[in-house]
């Protein structure tokens, strides 16, 4: 008897321990062994399931690759709340999308798997692609040479135009060499025909522009260009504050208007700042223009029955022959620390067809991202710039490349303190100077916040 209780007690442990064995053989849900089946996270947003899912689409279409799974892990959660969660976990996916900005504090916290060694073996060149953007996988920090993901796109911003207001009032193509004396020209013809476009958009109001002043992608530049930065040279906030101070003063200029806290009185051009980015107003048929980025394109063209065109950002004059920065950033896809090494030579071929032609190709068909590689950036023939219509100016997104500002503008701060200071400059910063009656005191109260969160 006791003997039959002793064998039923093994099983009955056995039996428990074989979901936990089995976790320990298990990487994303699959075989940690298997190199045919991955999991890839992407943000949850259509744009970038579609991507990830067209070029998976692509890749397993191939013969050699025919045998392969990819499973698509949708992060609903956050980006940095779904790698908290799982980091370190079986759980945590093969390969995982990766931000400009946030790519050196992820991999100083050994998120991802160095490709560099793959990158020579399969002959990826660096120069084949653009510069700015390739750099920005580098993101071990100084000294470290390593790639550690690979950019999957190029996008810079530029305004996008409403094409059927600029008919209705009069406006022609504006040329990539614009100005911002040209821009604020154009917003003067607009508010002149504001009546007519509100007649025909049957809207209760209207701006020239949208110039999402708060994402840093717009702001930041504008401080750049005026010899501003965000790093001071003992690693505070603010290199210069009288500099920044007068670039916000001359950006928020455009949209200021008398209301709640705000009684600063400006431009009025572009519709007022409020606590998120997400007033759409362009797309609702409010304002003629919009500083936006290529993966916003394709929900902008169905939402004006693709009345719009591009124009390269207006160029600043007004600071002393300084280079009038335009924002480019990129996303990309890294291979996870916790992936297996049979596995890795697998995710590896997946991101080497990302960043190849064909996966290029299929990027670029979907309308969301410019190719990081420069053989496609200027062929007429290249998906991308055929989406809509060939006769669209899609060179407005490679213009100037002497004046892109790559967008990892936290780099050089404690690393530990990167993502604290991107919340800060992300969601806070613009928002604070916009909705108040005392500018110089809220800069003061906000530099002085984020210097007491870095220790300074």
């Not at 039923?8 to 849900?29: D, I, K, T």
């Not at 958009?201 to 522009?209: I, L, S």
């Not at 004059?317 to 950033?329: E, H, L, M, V």
Request: charge should be negative.
């Amino acid at each position: 008897m006791n003997k039959t209780i002793k064998i039923l007690c093994c099983l009955l442990v056995a039996a428990m321990l074989l979901p936990v064995l089995a976790a320990c053989n298990v990487n994303n849900g699959g075989d940690a062994t298997d190199p045919t089946t991955l999991r890839v996270a992407v943000d949850v947003t259509k744009t970038e399931v579609n991507i990830i899912e067209k070029l998976i689409e692509g890749f397993t279409a191939k013969e050699e690759n025919k045998d392969i799974k990819i499973k698509v892990v949708k992060i609903s959660q956050g980006y940095d709340s779904y790698v908290q969660k799982n980091f370190g976990k079986t759980t945590m996916a093969d390969i995982i999308s990766v931000y400009d900005y946030n790519s050196e504090y992820w991999t100083s916290m050994n998120l991802l798997r160095p490709v560099t060694e793959y990158m020579k073996r399969d002959g990826i060149n660096e120069a084949d692609y653009v510069q700015s953007m390739m750099a920005l996988g580098k993101s071990g920090g100084d000294g470290d040479d390593n790639y550690y993901w690979l950019p999957r796109d190029y996008n810079k911003v530029v305004v996008c135009y409403n094409t059927e207001m600029f008919r209705i009032a009069g406006i022609g193509k504006p040329s990539d060499d614009w100005t911002m004396e040209d821009f604020e020209n154009v917003c003067k013809q607009l508010i002149a025909k504001r009546s007519d476009i509100l007649a025909s958009t049957r809207k209760y109001d209207f701006w020239p522009v949208e110039m999402n002043a708060r994402w840093t992608a717009v702001y930041y530049p504008y401080i750049k260009s005026y010899g501003g930065d965000f790093l001071a040279s003992d690693g505070s906030l603010f290199n210069d504050t009288a500099v920044v101070k007068t670039a916000i003063n001359k950006l928020l200029n455009y949209a200021d208007q008398t209301s709640g806290k705000q009684t600063y009185k400006g431009l009025g051009y572009a519709n007022p700042i409020g606590q998120s980015n997400d007033a759409n107003v362009f797309v609702n048929k409010q304002a003629a223009m919009s500083f936006t980025v290529r993966p916003n394109v394709k929900s902008f063209a169905d939402a004006l029955d693709n009345n719009i065109d591009f124009v390269s950002l207006p160029r600043i004059t007004d600071n002393d022959g300084k280079t009038s920065c335009i924002g480019a950033g990129c996303s990309g896809y890294g291979i996870t620390s916790g992936c297996s090494d049979l596995k890795a030579e697998t995710a590896w071929k997946f991101l080497k067809y990302i960043v190849s032609e064909e996966g290029q190709q299929v990027m670029g068909k979907t309308g969301s991202g410019v190719p990081v590689l420069k053989s496609l950036l200027n062929d007429s023939s290249a998906e991308w710039c055929n989406f809509i219509s060939a006769d669209l100016n899609h060179n407005a997104f490679v213009a100037h490349p002497e004046r892109d500002l790559a967008m990892n503008y936290v780099h050089g701060f404690t690393t530990a303190k990167q993502l604290t200071v991107y919340k800060e400059l992300k969601d806070n910063f613009i928002y604070s100077m916009f909705n108040t009656n005392d500018r110089d005191a809220e800069f003061a109260a906000f530099k002085s916040k984020v210097d007491t969160l870095l220790g300074k």
